[in-house]
């Protein structure tokens, strides 16, 4: 059973293949054993075996006596995010050039302050890369981008990757130079937003451990202390304070979470700051306790220019005519 005659042009006499013991041609084939061996003597022919897979291993003279399939295969296999991130740092290890992670690291290397945030921003790109998709692979189609060579949009995608990992730790609360590394590199809006949140989403994921009243707390304090400490270069800790309190009290008024004692309105999805981003939200509520306590326009720009903000500029302008309609419908 599994034995059938090698009926190939291996049989055939003019084939110089021959029995090692007793210089008979013909063979039998052991399908299951994966052996081929002298018909007349049985001895088994240890030159020509088969692999489990049907498929002829040869072994030669050589002072590494290993066989050596004629078809290759794929070291890596399977189609899971194990697999696929396998597969990835197989790819990484075997490429002479640099990959685009590793140029996009350098970027961050050169241009990022402070070896602390490097390291952060370098283990958050790191770990999207390997766990959730490839950089380089990701398809979207960049309004920054529009016109450039193929090296140029490379380039360009680079250093937004570097900005969005600043910019999402940022919004985790590490204050960082992402506003300023943006406008330098003049990378559109649209397009920090979109990549600071694929990165943002990443972070939530891996931080399951707290919930989304501590999280929402956490950050809207962070921006407002942000804003005050820079804010008493200029008035003093006692008005950066009265400031302070004031957008503690203004967000607290409008749901949000501000002590440890609140509940969450993310699930209720209810009142005017929850949908917006931490630092937008915290930003309009300390400019709304600074109108209320007198502090004039050009002091809030001058605060403005001093914490950079995305999506805040067109409020801060009309910051007046925005907190008095509310007094004008009273």
Not at 2 to 18: A, F, I, Q, S, V
Not at 218 to 236: H, K, T, Y
Not at 252 to 280: I, L, R
């Amino acid at each position: 059973m599994g034995l059938r005659p090698n009926n190939d042009k291996d049989n055939d006499d003019t084939d110089e293949r021959k029995c090692g013991n007793c210089g008979s041609k013909r063979f039998k084939v052991d399908d299951r054993r994966g052996e081929v061996s002298c018909e007349d003597c049985g001895v088994v022919d240890e030159r020509n075996q088969l692999a489990q897979d049907g498929v002829e291993i040869t072994r030669v003279d050589q002072t590494q006596n290993t066989p050596t399939r004629q078809l290759g295969s794929k070291r890596v296999s399977g189609k899971g995010k194990k697999a696929r991130r396998l597969k990835r740092t197989e790819a990484k290890a075997t490429r002479n050039r640099p990959s685009f992670l590793d140029e996009t690291l350098r970027v961050v290397d050169e241009a990022v302050d402070g070896e602390r945030t490097k390291a952060e921003a370098k283990e958050l790109l790191k770990g999207f890369d390997e766990e959730e998709a490839s950089l380089a692979k990701k398809r979207r189609k960049l309004r920054g981008t529009r016109g450039m060579s193929k090296a140029d949009a490379r380039a360009y995608k680079q250093r937004l990757y570097a900005a969005a990992s600043l910019k999402a730790l940022n919004d985790e609360g590490r204050s960082n130079q992402a506003p300023q590394l943006a406008k330098r590199w003049g990378l559109r809006h649209s397009d920090l937003i979109w990549a600071s949140a694929m990165l943002n989403r990443f972070l939530s994921r891996n931080r399951p451990d707290e919930d989304s009243a501590s999280r929402t707390r956490r950050l809207l304090l962070f921006n407002l202390r942000r804003s005050r400490d820079i804010l008493a270069e200029r008035v003093g800790w006692e008005a950066a304070n009265e400031a302070f309190d004031g957008a503690v009290e203004e967000l607290k008024s409008h749901g949000e979470p501000m002590d440890s004692e609140s509940e969450s309105t993310a699930d209720g999805m209810v009142g005017d700051y929850c949908n917006m981003a931490y630092h937008v939200a915290a930003w309009k509520a300390m400019v709304i306790s600074m109108v209320s306590m007198g502090i004039g326009d050009e002091m809030i720009r001058w605060l403005r220019q001093r914490v950079p903000l995305t999506s805040t500029q067109q409020f801060t302008q009309s910051h007046s005519r925005a907190v008095a309609m509310p007094e004008e419908e009273e």
